[in-house]
């Protein structure tokens, strides 16, 4: 199998924007991080166009990618549109990735957007609720924040978690966000603030909660081979990615019986690395609180220690393992289609020292070498729909 | 690169099934091909599902192959949603190709599914015009069977089409439907019947165009090796797969201008054959006279010629280059999101000698060796949106 470098990265801000289609948000993703890649358009050789509900909430059901790329001034390429929920964008990447491993294609374009912001709140979260298997649960009123606030108060029961620690992730994460010019929101927040604002579904209030949200990100990856021509910044390198559907009970499973870890486990192994080498994460808090699970699930600590990771602040930017130093979903935004690219533009700006005020360095003032995403997808028979980690690495 | 073979095909039959589920209809031609491969279900390690419209039309806009998937049985494997309009199913099979060319799985399933009829002709039409831009195309009111409609009567005043060479396709095809348990129509049409059908827009009567349809197929592929282990049929080979979305103006292009030349001539390449070593093909006839502009696409005759082939029965069955053997998309029936994996599965079949009354062989009665599957998808600045073309080896 060839090797793979992530050549550039791009993204659109995360945010409200009334006045701008599905279209607009990808265009300026993608040329932003053709810009950063420093090649000429006309290298691309494939796309793989990442969207979740554009059918439903925009009307565009078919075609999407290639209708986002001939706007974006793309024609006589293949184009794939891709659709895994909320981890649309990493399986976006995961197949740009793959079509590179194979030798196919040596430069390939992925790029996830969403546009949820479409003037009516509940047909948006109508749409948001087909991640589900509509028939036996999203047409019968299960939403995200319901399944997610069970796991929630079943972990609070069976580990100890405090309310204060729940609202811990939410402040650190509002932090972080606070120093990403591309994150929706930008306020800190207490975790005080947090437990007072609106409770949506107990234990989860409205500031531990990923928004609504437009935006857009993109990644130009290609063959190491081209990379080391081309590339006059730190390198960066896909040293794993692995892609799973759900085979555990999310509500019922302990940390190591997830599909979360054996997919994790699964990309350890790829990279030839473990969990203590890891040097950031960006995971998928869709309610803050859930970053908690993920740690155990990701190996970054013993089942029952989350609490002992957040509370000594181990995954701020400044601790020993940083996480969600973008401000995670529910800080720098959730357009769901756009997420996982937002992920791995975050660890590329983290990994080539780019990330501004809110650069992870370790103990010595050193760059991070690995990091890690994590980002799941829809809610089937209990589980995650999808579960899609990558490992990169700056050589 | 890895080679590959495809270790089995199975169809849900093509037509209306007002009592079956998006999943029904999958998990019925994904068992086919379990079985047809002869495999335990357990050895597929991935999967990919092709919809088209099952987000306006069922409702499940997102992870659509994970509920079909889980309510086949199947967890725990990476699963990836694709669509690229009517090419989408070509396009699942083309990722699971690239999947195991790649080396990264052995065993791979692709399926493609739709449920057209849902009680409101209207909306599934409405639907269905999300396969272009919408907001410079569809929401105008622009239709494929418009668009088809100006393409074949600019080809009439250019190339001497006439009505009864329009016809004549239609006749061919349906007697080939005829043949095949799995058509949605099974009535031979003279080319009388055919162009005093309802016209639908001039020169397009109804017995020309595809009609509304629900089904599905599906193809299990793997790893050659694997498969020279446990194959006891003859051994079906893919030899090229080619992907390109339009680069063309369908309506002003010559045959060699257009995105179906040059991707065939790119599967060619990558097959190490040429036109003349096609022995039967299965083609885009979304409208049945479109068939005649495909053959001159593919290179099976020299510009204007395409009449020619037609009016002396060569793209017959019996004929030296039979197309559309299943009685393609007007006949055999055109549920969007599964007719590319229809087309696979009838060259499979055709490839084998198991296509029963409509077994292609050439005068020496020996079968045929080479077959391609060309498939289109939708419609975006004046060209098709995706252009996909298989071609399969007997070994």
């Known amino acids: 199998m060839h090797k793979v470098a992530v050549l550039g990265v791009g993204m659109h801000p995360f945010g409200k924007f009334e006045h701008k289609h599905l279209k607009d948000l990808a265009n300026t993703a993608i040329w932003n991080a053709i810009e950063d890649a420093g090649i000429e358009a006309n290298r691309i050789e494939a796309a793989f166009v990442g969207n979740c509900l554009g059918g439903l909430l925009v009307g565009q059901e078919s075609v999407r990618g290639q209708v986002i790329l001939r706007h974006a001034g793309f024609k006589g390429i293949p184009i794939v549109n891709v659709e895994n929920a909320c981890a649309t964008a990493s399986t976006a990447f995961r197949m740009a990735w793959l079509s590179v491993i194979s030798g196919m294609h040596d430069v390939v374009l992925a790029v996830g957007v969403e546009k949820m912001f479409v003037g009516d709140t509940a047909k948006s979260i109508e749409a948001l609720s087909t991640a589900t298997d509509i028939d036996v649960c999203g047409n019968m009123g299960l939403q995200f924040t319901s399944v997610y606030a069970m796991n929630i108060r079943k972990k609070m029961d069976k580990y100890g978690w405090t309310k204060d620690d729940l609202g811990l992730v939410a402040e650190k994460n509002s932090y972080n966000g606070s120093l990403n010019p591309y994150a929706q929101f930008k306020k800190p927040l207490t975790k005080e603030e947090v437990l007072a604002s609106k409770m949506i579904a107990d234990p989860i209030t409205l500031y531990m909660a990923s928004p609504m949200g437009d935006g857009a990100a993109a990644a130009i990856i290609c063959n190491e081979r081209i990379a080391r021509k081309l590339k006059n910044k730190p390198f960066v390198r896909v040293v794993a990615s692995e892609l799973s559907s759900g085979h555990a009970s999310m509500l019922e499973s302990k940390p190591k019986d997830s599909t979360t870890y054996s997919t994790a486990l699964k990309a350890y192994e790829q990279a030839g690395v473990g969990p203590e080498d890891i040097n950031l994460a960006e995971v998928h808090d869709a309610m803050s609180p859930a970053e908690l699970k993920i740690y155990e699930e990701l190996g970054f600590c013993e089942e029952g220690e989350a609490i002992k990771l957040i509370r000594e602040g181990r995954t701020k930017i400044t601790g020993d393992i940083p996480v969600n130093p973008s401000g995670g979903l529910a800080s720098r935004g959730h357009p769901v ?34 990091g890690l995403t994590q980002n799941d997808g829809g809610y089937v028979e209990g589980d995650n729909a999808a579960s899609c980690i990558h490992i990169l690495s700056r050589v």
Not at 341 to 351: G, T
Not at 356 to 362: I, L
């Open 337 to 370: 289609g756009a997420t996982g690219l937002a992920q791995i533009a975050e660890v590329v700006w983290q990994l080539r020292g780019e990330a501004g005020k809110r650069q992870v360095v370790d103990i010595n003032g050193k760059l991070p070498r690995f």
